[in-house]
Every structure is written in C-alpha cells, then in structure tokens.
C-alpha cells in the first residue's frame, strides 16, 4: 500500500472519524500516523536511518524526510543519521556541530506486515490518547457524587459505565448485601482517580463518609450555599450513622434545615442509602457539649475531658447504659468516630466506686510517704491534692487554706514531701548507674531520674541512645496488625509524656549532639508556620 493521492484526504477522514468515536483530538490521531508511517518507511530504508513523516493537516500529503545531525568527529556512531563536519561540506555552506540535514525520500510501499504494524501503531496511539483524556475529565471530579449505569459484577465488585470511561465499585464499598443487575442505575462517590498503565482507575465508593456529606450537599439548600456547615461525619454503613452541623446564620436551625419538611430531605438521604438511620447532632465547640449531642439517644449525666490522652469519660444512669453503648456498641463507636475522641462510659455506681477507690489509693500514699494520720492524709486528698509534687512545690497558701493546717504545719508537710521525692530520685540514678547509663543521659535537660532509671531498663544508656529512638517508641502508639490496631507501650508514657513531648526532647538531643542544624529546624518551623498561616487565609477567604 503506497500513500498515493488518491488516499491522502482519506487519511484525514479516518483520523477525524476516529478522533470523534474516541473524543480525542484529531491530530493526536494523526501523529500516531506519522508515526507509523515512519516507523514502515525505517523497515523498508533500514531502522538506523532516522526517517520522519509529516502529514498536510488541510491536504493530508505524507512527505517522507530523512534526517542527519551533524556531530564531532570523535561522536560519530551513527552514519546513517549522522555526520562530521567535513562530510557535511557536501550538503550545506559552512556546516557547525548541531545542524542537521533534511533531505526527501520516496514514499514507501506498504506490505501487509507493516501495514498491520502500522495499524497497531494507530491503535495503541488512540488508546493512550483516550486513557488520557479519561484521566483529565475525571482526576478532579474525585471528591463528588457520580450517576452511572451497572454494566456487569465481577466476584462481588460492580463495573460501572459512567459515560467517558468504566468505573469499579469494589466489594467493601458497598452498603451491606446489596447487589445490583446489569443497566441498573447507580449513584455513588468517586472515591479515588488513578493513573495506571492499563488505563485510568476511577474508584468509587456508598460506604464513605463523604458520600453521605455529598447527598446532604445535593438534598439540602443551606448546605449547598454555606450557610449550614456538615462538621463531622461517622457511618456505620447500612445501619446507622451520625452526622454533625452548624448554622452560621443564627436565624436556621441546622438540624432541621437538615431533616426538612415532615423529614422530607433526610428521607431522600435514608433511601439512597438503603433505610441507614441517620442522627443529625448540632455542633458545639465545646467537646463535652458536642459529645453529649453525639450520644443521643441517651443521657448523659457527667463528662470528664482529658485533653492531653484525647480521653473522655462519660458517666450515665444505670438505666441508660445500653442505650448509651448501643447495639454491640454502636452508638459509642460512632460517637467516638464523630469526636475523634475514646470514650470510656461507666455508670453514677462503677463512677463512683473508682473515686472512692482512687480516693483511698491517694490517701494511703500521703500516709506512708508523709508519717500522716489517715484523718489528715484525707483532708489533703480532699482538697485536690493527688501526688507528692503538689504537696511539695504548691504555694504555701494553698496548704494554709486545710482546716487545721498553720504555717509550721504546711512547712514541715512540704519538707517531708521533698524530702522523700529527693530519696526517691537518688535511688532511681543510683539504679541507673548500676544498669551502666553514662553522664551524658544523666545530665541531659528534661529527663526526670525515674524517666532515666526506665530508660536503662530498656537499654538505653547513653544520650547517643536516646537521639536513635523513635518518637513513638517514647510516647506509645498504636499499629495496625491484620486489620486490628494493636497498642504499642512506650518507655516513658508512665510519666505522661506526650508525642509532642517526645518529637522535642529527641530533637533537642539530636541538636546537642551536633546531628541536626538548629538553623535548619528554625527554617522548618517558620514554613511550617507560613502553610498554616496560609491555610487559615484561604478557609477565611
């Protein structure tokens, strides 16, 4: 098959009848002929000559050039696409390194084997363009709710026609048991967009949260306009979930701009969801009021926030305890979710009883290590006292203000206090020594000697030592093992030490040990700082 002029507008009739079938542009699809062209023409003239062919985008005339760079004598490899200098005195006036020579060959006739070459070209050209365009239409639609048409399930997971291109609905993302019959339409959430070798990967998901925010985006107006905010989302799929709103105009309920007239917009949300229960629970800053909301139904009667541990316990009446908990704890995990935050929930009796517990744990402690009487030890517990350091290093006025207590009273109670607190941190280095820890630990900034005497247990012994580790290994952690989060105990998280507080106490060894630059760190914070600064910007604008 030659180009003759006879197929050359033809040519550009299949190129543009292509490019419309796939959507594609036409002259991608004519690239991929010039290059097929090319690729025939180098089998008939030799595959080291480097041949190109141009195709008239308005005649569709193939013109077929040979190509030649001239080169340093010495770079000369390639004499059928290259040449010196001196050879090139032939072709051109005055040739350089770097020029290049085009000279028009014959077209080429094409046998059956490089016509179906060539074909192959084409295809694998299309199919690349079409990959591509399918990627840029869709990598900024992740993130939003998508109609589409079920085409076949394969091994639980559902294909989906979403019009330029399929889409996977995977097996775990989909709510409980539902199946689904080809031609059945199907909405979901476009969960993630992929560039892969075979193609684009469109994921979608009706088990996210997000997919819930989205459908209350599309039901409810306030949402959609900002007027009303979808704070936080947690989701049993199928079953039950809760979902948190706030209204910044003081004149719209958000809950029930949310649930609409006689339920009609939360009951749009319910159906595409297959009957899921939803709670929608006002926001509040304030996390034991927000928590308080999150577990409705039930009631609660007293929230202790810890806000160091992310721990929150929630005491509730006897009665109310498996409302509160829920069905195989239910609505505890989804609040949990809701607050990010663990929640621990016992009733007024088991509260009650581990004061009263704690309360006589505190009040032995004062009575061994201070030589009190079980009536004074109490009084102490009583008035908020909980360890030694308090009682040791608290203003004196605040011992002054214990029934019973005079200022020689409160100084001898001090006294003791540091007394048996310095006995205490000198028997912990004495240990630490004996366990072989060196100087440079022991002195280092920051380390209590109970936090020292823990650490040589562990084999760290040196300040060398304590730079290698991690911050985790310090603080604790969790990891996930099988699908399963598995509590990892950190060295020092007995004397509360944070990850916050562990990330800078081995930076600040790592910084005296002269590892880390402490310009380099000053840099970092202040980037770090000019992102967030930029970040509450843009959630202003």
């Known amino acids: 098959m030659a180009i003759t002029s006879a197929n050359q507008l033809e040519l550009l009739q299949t190129a543009e009848a292509v490019a419309r079938e796939k959507m594609i542009d036409p002259s991608l699809v004519v690239d991929a002929m010039e290059e097929s062209l090319a690729r025939a023409a180098k089998s008939r003239y030799g595959s080291e000559m480097d041949i190109r062919v141009s195709i008239d985008r308005k005649t569709g005339r193939a013109t077929f050039t040979r190509v030649r760079t001239v080169v340093e004598d010495d770079a000369l490899e390639n004499y059928q696409a290259e040449m010196t200098v001196e050879q090139a005195k032939q072709y051109m006036a005055d040739p350089s390194v770097g020029d290049v020579f085009v000279e028009e060959v014959p077209p080429v006739e094409m046998g059956r084997i490089a016509a179906q070459s060539a074909k192959q070209v084409i295809l694998q050209k299309v199919r690349e363009a079409e990959r591509d365009r399918q990627y840029e239409e869709f990598k900024d639609r992740a993130g939003t709710i998508i109609n589409g048409l079920v085409k076949r399930e394969e091994y639980g997971n559902v294909i989906v026609d979403v019009g330029a291109g399929e889409a996977i609905l995977r097996r775990n993302e989909k709510i409980g048991r539902e199946s689904y ?3 059945d339409r199907i909405r979901c959430f476009i969960k993630d967009v992929r560039r892969e070798p075979r193609g684009p990967q469109i994921f979608l998901s009706r088990t996210a949260p997000e997919f819930m925010a989205e459908l209350f985006k599309m039901e409810v107006p306030e949402i959609y306009d900002g007027v009303i ?17 706030i209204s910044y105009d003081g004149s719209i309920d958000p809950v029930g701009a949310c649930v609409g007239m006689r339920g009609s917009r939360v009951q749009a949300v319910v159906n595409e969801l297959q009957g899921e229960k939803i709670d929608i629970i006002p926001w509040n800053e304030d996390q034991p009021t927000f928590l308080v909301n999150a577990l409705q139904p039930a009631e609660v009667s007293k929230v202790v926030l810890d806000e160091e541990a992310g721990k929150i316990e929630v005491v509730v009446p006897e009665e109310q305890l498996s409302l509160a908990i829920g069905r195989r704890g239910q609505n505890v995990r989804l609040a949990s979710q809701l607050t990010n935050l663990d929640i621990d929930i016992m009733t007024e009796e088991e509260e009650s009883a581990r004061r009263q517990k704690e309360f006589e744990a505190r009040t032995q402690l004062f009575m061994e290590t201070l030589d009190l009487d079980e009536f004074f030890a109490q009084l102490l517990v009583s008035e908020g006292f909980t360890n030694l350091e308090e009682v040791a290093y ?3 006025d605040e011992l002054l203000v214990i029934d019973g207590v005079d200022e020689g009273t409160a100084q001898e109670l001090q006294a003791r206090a540091a007394d048996y607190l310095e006995a205490q941190a000198k028997a912990a280095i004495d240990a630490a020594r004996a366990l072989g820890v060196e100087d440079s630990l022991i002195d280092f900034d920051g380390l209590t000697p109970q936090m020292i005497e823990a650490l040589a247990k562990d084999g760290i012994k040196t300040l060398e030592d304590f730079a290698t580790c991690a911050d985790w290994e310090l603080a604790g952690g969790w990891t996930s093992n099988k699908g399963e989060r598995v509590k990892d105990d950190g060295i020092l998280e007995p004397f509360d030490v944070s990850l916050e507080d562990a990330q800078n106490l081995v930076m600040t060894a790592r910084v005296l040990l002269g ?13 770090d700082a000019d992102i967030e600064d930029n970040g509450e910007a843009e959630a202003e604008a």
């Open 229 to 245: 905010e979808i704070k936080a989302v947690a989701r049993d799929p199928g079953s039950r979930a809760k979902i948190a709103v």
């Open 181 to 183: 019959r080809p031609n």
């Open 394 to 396: 608290v203003e004196l």
């Open 515 to 527: 590892w880390v630059d402490p310009a380099e760190l000053e840099a970092e914070a202040e980037d």
